[in-house]
């Protein structure tokens, strides 16, 4: 809802910029209100026509904000919704752009909003001007009211008829008033992906941010949570805002703490190595940043998040996704069609639903018998699988499996035939030389014949087999030494360019397959973000399968994205990456918090273990969709003490998982680890049920409790050694 106090008055001229002899009209002063069901976002039109932010949080009466003054602080400005360089901001802007004349300064003004309602989503559009160079600014943010969550992005244009630069075009800006702040993100690494950190932010400006081109979140995930007045993350209590932008390019999102106590927050594109060109008449338009704010501690935040994501954001974010056997920690590059037709059996005897065709299959005068060859030659190996990817699926198919295969086609080998036939397609720097990691190079998404052919792998490997259901399409390097061949003296775009090159193609493909399942794959969870997952029906949150490391990574990744995109395997040990050691239990009951798959050789798992994992693909079937639309809890923290738990529950608190872990050893686990359960209704009777095991580590297994008491701290499983696990199911009378 928008309260608008006055309408503004037509005409009346209140200021010249003398030196330009431009003048703008005043405009009556309004306040602007952005609501969700809890939460608002309070803007204030200025007689100026300068657009302030007065409140993000919980609900307010906006309309009592009209008296407010405007906080003026360290620049003459005041706060400004959505500040741009120039004029007297002098902070970090969400706008930065340099004319032709080279001149910096822009300064925007209110020319008038607009309101839509879209079924649940209310979009307000504000329009701003600069009035010296007639830039025009649209600010819009989309309430998804239900869900508390805004969307904001930003469209620029050019209106004049010289072409300008964009030294920095945030989607957003965010501004904040607490005593504190402490910022909760995620750091790492290959195999260490979403490792939790969190600190005080002091005066000055802190940013996280990727300059990675691709493989964007390996390292940093554009993602954040700022409590406010706390010196520690508290799960289920206290305010805090969560952000997320939705890009899958070099991002920057910077928190900047000033002396008034103010946090301003602004998120977008990197402007890194992006001087992005614009045209007279061009436009452009920020990719979305999501903002969520929940006085229900980081538990509320990722819950408005997943639910959101799960109803608005991720592609088929209503389905539940099969389960799957992935043949490459079990075959890796050596195999044969026998290989795969006997993984296939064992994978249905196993009770999976899906068997995924990992890297290898391709190539035959570079054939990919290791990372060193191939890439980009996606014709089938005829040495390894004469009979064809037909063969294999349908083979699939006839034992009751849907059918997956794996491509990274935005990427070349040195030594393929694609490298030969178009060395001016890979990504380079001219007189310099291409650096290899993991002996490949990457291709120029910014070039059209690219996305074309990156478009036409997609296609034509989907036709080698009317059985193909799932695509894995992973992406393996970072760019480095960035430069395009295509692009000629317009180096700044590349970046930009590839990101949406990327989207582009992915647009045709979902035109094209919209119920093809895509995993996103990036070494891992390098490309973990809300642009992807416009796309992708789940990501491969991680190489690294074993089942302790799993556990902090599945918790990064719950704070901002729901389970049901969490590709989750149990592997052998020792792990392939880690060598550690954990039982088979402790390794299913940590891949059943996301979506359940192997990723092994079956054939060297004993009878007994065979009969165990039957079990739990069986169980895990049994509650799966709990797991994919349920509500998260978080029972702790992974980082804090030796036992850590999570919960799923339904929306109507029907059901639920709960999974409980023992990280380290403590000799007090024996005895019961008091876990309060959460989400639950207090009055209603819940049965409870352990999975897996002939005997419960909790005496009260097989009977029904109340809400209230499961809640209370008296559900006490025991978990006595180090990796002992449990999974409850919980269904009410
Ligand atoms: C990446 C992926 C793995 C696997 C290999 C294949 O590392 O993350 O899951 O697909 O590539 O080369």
New binding site residues.
């Given amino acids: 809802m928008v309260v608008a106090s006055v309408t503004p008055a037509q005409g009346r001229k209140v200021k010249k910029f003398v030196h330009q002899n431009v003048e703008i009209p005043s405009v009556e002063p309004r306040i602007l209100c952005v609501e969700t069901a809890n939460t608002s976002l309070v803007l204030a039109v200025r007689e100026n026509g300068a657009l302030h932010q007065l409140h993000y949080g919980s609900s307010v009466p906006a309309a009592e904000f009209a008296g407010m003054k405007p906080v003026i602080g360290r620049y003459s400005s005041g706060i400004l919704a959505y500040p741009a360089t120039g004029g007297r901001y002098l902070g970090e802007p969400a706008l930065h752009i340099q004319y032709a004349d080279g001149n910096h300064n822009t300064e925007l003004y209110y020319t008038g909003h607009k309101v839509e309602n879209r079924q649940g989503v209310v979009s307000t559009c504000i329009s701003l001007k600069d009035y010296v160079t007639g830039l025009e600014v649209n600010l819009v943010y989309d309430a998804y009211v239900q869900e508390d969550i805004i969307l904001q992005h930003v469209e620029v244009a050019n209106t004049g008829k010289t072409p300008l630069r964009l030294l920095n075009i945030a989607s957003g800006a965010l501004h904040l008033q607490a005593d504190k702040y402490l910022l909760s993100h995620v750091n790492g690494a290959w195999a260490k992906e979403m490792q939790f950190e969190s600190e005080a932010l002091t005066h000055g400006i802190k940013v996280i941010e990727s300059k990675r081109g691709t493989q964007t979140t390996q390292c940093e995930n554009p993602a954040f949570l700022v409590s406010l007045n706390t010196q520690e993350l508290q799960e289920e209590s206290g305010e805090v805002i969560g952000g997320a932008l939705a890009w899958s390019g070099n991002f920057r999102i910077s928190f900047e703490r000033g002396p008034e106590k103010h946090l301003s927050i602004i998120g977008g594109v990197s402007p890194f190595a992006s001087a992005y060109p614009l045209a007279g008449g061009e436009s452009f338009r920020t990719p979305d940043m999501v903002w969520t704010y929940s006085a229900n501690g980081a538990g509320g935040v990722s819950r408005n998040l997943h639910r959101w994501a799960l109803k608005y954001r991720l592609h088929n974010g209503d389905r539940i996704n099969p389960t799957l056997l992935?043949s490459?920690e079990g075959a890796y590059f050596t195999f044969t069609t026998q290989t795969l037709t006997r993984m296939i059996d064992d994978a249905a005897s196993m009770g999976l639903e899906m068997f995924v065709l990992?890297?290898?299959w391709f190539g035959n005068a570079f054939p990919r018998n290791g990372?060193n060859a191939g890439l980009g030659d996606w014709q089938v190996n005829s040495t390894k699988l004469p009979e064809g990817i037909d063969y294999v699926a349908s083979y699939a198919h006839s034992k009751g499996l849907k059918f997956g295969i794996?491509i990274?086609p935005e990427m070349v080998n040195p030594d393929s035939e694609l490298a030969h036939n178009h060395p001016e397609w890979v990504i380079q720097s001219q007189g310099r030389e291409i650096y290899q990691e993991r002996n490949q190079w990457v291709l120029d998404l910014a070039n059209p014949a690219v996305q074309d052919f990156v478009f036409s792998i997609f296609d034509s490997v989907i036709k080698l087999s009317p059985s193909i259901d799932y695509v894995?399409w992973?992406c393996?390097r970072p760019i480095e030494s960035a430069g395009s061949p295509y692009l000629g003296i317009e180096q700044d775009k590349l970046y930009i360019d590839y990101a949406q090159g990327l989207y582009k193609v992915m647009e045709r493909i979902r035109a094209k397959y919209p119920s093809v399942l895509i995993q996103c794959?990036?070494?891992?969870g390098a490309r973990v973000d809300y642009g992807q997952l416009q796309y992708f029906d789940e990501v491969?949150a991680s190489?690294d399968t074993d089942g302790l490391e799993r556990i902090f990574i599945q918790y990064g990744t719950s704070l901002w994205y729901p389970a049901a995109i969490m590709g989750s395997h149990v592997s052998t040990v020792p792990n392939h990456q880690s060598r550690n050691v954990t039982p088979l239990k402790f390794r299913f009951d940590v891949a059943c918090q996301g979506r359940l798959g192997l990723e092994l050789q079956p054939k060297y798992l004993s009878a007994d273990e065979m009969k165990f994992v039957n079990r739990c693909v069986s169980s895990y079937k049994g509650y799966r969709d709990i797991v994919f639309t349920g509500d998260l809890y978080r029972l702790g923290s992974p980082y804090e003490g030796s036992f850590y738990g999570q919960m799923y529950v339904t929306p109507d608190k029907s059901r639920a998982v709960v999974y409980c872990y023992c990280l380290h050893f403590d000799v007090l686990g024996g005895e019961g680890v008091p876990f309060r359960l959460r989400g639950l209704d207090p009055s209603r009777k819940y049965k409870v049920v352990e999975q897996n095991v002939d005997s419960s580590c909790w005496w009260g297994n097989g009977q029904s409790f109340s809400g209230a008491f499961l809640s209370s701290g008296a559900f006490k499983p025991a978990l006595p050694s180090l990796y002992s696990s449990a999974i409850f199911l919980l269904e009410a009378e």
């Fill in positions: 992935n490459w990992d890297d290898g990372d794996w990274e894995k992973d393996n794959c990036s070494s891992g491969w190489d």
